[in-house]
DNA sequence: TATGAATGAGTATTCATTCAT
DNA sequence: GATGAATGAATACTCATTCAT
């Protein structure tokens, strides 16, 4: 009703955000972004519990205590930097699919645009989304958001394809959710979304795309 | 085959000896294996490093000396452990194959069954394979390797397709190696072999397996 | 009865009052209110120190820095919560000795029913007096005012019985000491004020007082 | 039945044991009676929890690592000291009981010695016996073994007075019963047993003791 | 060989108090 | 006067590894 509902952009379509409070004020603000950031950093460089809090509190140049005014736990501090990133994440995908939605005109054209782009969105977003995978093995406040960022992604890619559900021979939807899987799992892989043993993958990655993209197609177009 | 294999049997084809030497006598064999048995167990229980050696001790009724006798540090019990698995799996493999030589004679009967059958292998072992991915990301005593059980792996469903590459339309052999890791990829990732988000996968297992061999196969025949 | 009790009510005959200063006007007198209450609340809760000035802020609903204002330190705080008790406790008795002198003709109907009003005083503040009597074990601002209300109570209890001292044999002035220090040592033990070991006591209330009562009058009357 | 039953005094006839493994061989022993006492020490210092594990190892020698080996916690570190202190008046009461058999020939000699030598006990034990009676308002492994010494006591001092019940006018078991309660309430609460306000006692404790006497002779000789 | 007691560095968390606004 | 965000010192506990016996 009030201007409020209006001109906002829904912060945070994932049931994310109790996990630390974002002040609003300037100096309070900067602090809360100079921890963040400090942790952030550091899970990058050492991944998502190896690091201390004494560091966090020396590199973001904040004290113990306003660590724990804003997240009330060391635990909490590593979820919010990792909820941070599977809403980037979705903001990502989201964008993705409106260029692929003016772009591809069948489904020839949509298959391998979508495994190029998603593969890109997954790339950029690999380090902190290998941590967050990780974690969601044992922590339900990650598996939480990140099975809805999945759900999410799995529903986007579906209602894309089925767009060209004319082109496409049997059962459309399940073969939709079938191709959304494999292209998932592949990239994933590829990207070490869970950490493999083969990290330094020596496969080429863009003849996989390429394969892959072709393998979907002509699966999705093969009359039953 | 070769010469290896006549005179003694072929324990390892991993290099993954230097881990732990294996004692060859009675009383330190058997009290090797208590440790060794108490370590896996515990392993499977709490993940690769969520057990203490006095645990190890107590459980496997050994000292703690008498483990740093045998493996120079906790982490190498743990690659001792793993790499075992890893054996495990190259020998359910080399059975597998041999099982689908007799069975497939063409495109159409091998790659459905190589699905299941590799699904069944990948399954029977994951608990412990998880623990070697995982660790794999940052130990290079597991990755090291892990890379060779996964080059096999490659290197003999490969083999096995390129038996059929007559049905193969187009380069074969890239389309045999693309298939490999998509398939690969696949069922890691439905068996949480990288610890996903998603865990509590809810997808179906069945229908997924048939859909990736029937996508497989379209690829595979589809002529350029 | 002095100069001291015409003039204004005699609040606090305790040397207490350097332990925050009571504000005279409304607002500020009702956020003192509100904090000294919720300290209270507090103490009783979870024992004299086992809140956080926090949880005063809190439920008292007055900023962290107010309650700073009246009191220098969450010590003063604590102290005057006690001290507040204390005074309580003067009055009560106080209350309890006018009672007495109207009702009780001789030795034989003062001492039980002096047994039974101390108790029933005691009873009713054994919380807050539980936590002084801890505190006063080492903080003398605590210790000071402590004493002097046992100091007002013994001389209370001396004066009332020897009003009877005709029928005290031998040192009455002795003997009423003597007899107030076990009554009170008694009533406290039973009240568990010093935190016994065997808190949840079996032994029987109301016997006890009786008996006491028959002990101290027997003592009492004894003739040398 | 072997010689273990018949040579060994039974160690703790108390259920404390259980609170941290006294390693029974030299070395090992020696350290843990240096552990053992360096926090006996610092408890008479600063009451039985104003110390530091750190302060523990630096003054008896050990390291923090050797603690954890023999008490699991800081908390059975302090209850480990305190039980030993209530094994010792355990034992100290027994030897005064026995004493006092030989000694006392009739109630108007036992009364007065028992009032003496039971203050003398609890003088003794008084700094680890205040703050076993501290921590047993809140730890239950401290006020269960504390409950049984309280019973021994009273039933010991229940069964020496009762010998003379032929002295002890009317209910001979209620009188005794009464009489060892306010013996050791006016002792403990003269010991200050329960942290009380007026800790620095001035009123003199031999007259006290002498008038606790009579009283109580006065009380159980007095007829119905 | 075998034992297992001893070591001690390393870290998340709490909360009274201050002081800029 | 009033606020409440920021501070940071202080402390119990774990466990891989060693080495005297």
Redesign the pocket.
């Known amino acids: 009703m009030s201007s409020q509902s209006t001109k906002r952009k829904p912060r945070s379509p994932l049931a994310v955000e109790q996990v630390g409070r974002v002040?609003q004020q300037g100096?309070?603000k900067a602090?809360y972004e100079r921890m963040f950031a400090a942790a952030r950093t550091l899970m990058l460089e050492r991944g998502d519990e190896e690091?201390?809090?004494?560091e966090v509190s020396q590199r973001g140049n904040?004290?113990?205590?306003?660590i724990?005014?804003?997240f009330e736990?060391?635990?909490n501090l590593v979820r919010a930097v990792i909820c941070e990133a599977l809403e980037e994440i979705v903001s990502a995908e989201e964008a993705m699919f409106e260029r692929l939605a003016d772009e591809a005109r069948d489904l020839g054209e949509f298959v391998p645009r979508y495994v190029n782009d998603y593969a890109e969105v997954l790339r950029v977003n690999a380090p902190l989304l290998r941590l967050a995978m990780r974690r969601a093995a044992f922590d339900p406040l990650i598996s939480a958001p990140g099975k809805q960022v999945a759900d999410r992604s799995a529903a986007g890619a579906n209602r894309a394809m089925l767009r060209f559900s004319a082109e496409i021979g049997g059962d459309a939807a399940l073969k939709a959710d079938s191709v959304y899987h494999i292209i998932f799992a592949t990239l994933a892989r590829e990207l070490s979304l869970g950490s493999t043993a083969e990290s330094a993958r020596n496969y080429d990655w863009e003849p996989l795309k390429r394969e892959l993209a072709r393998m979907c197609l002509a699966y999705l177009r093969q009359q039953p």
Chains 1, 2, 3, 4 share one sequence.
């Open positions: 002040p100096r309070s602090s690091f201390t809090l004494i904040v004290s113990i205590g306003s724990y005014l804003r736990s060391k635990d």
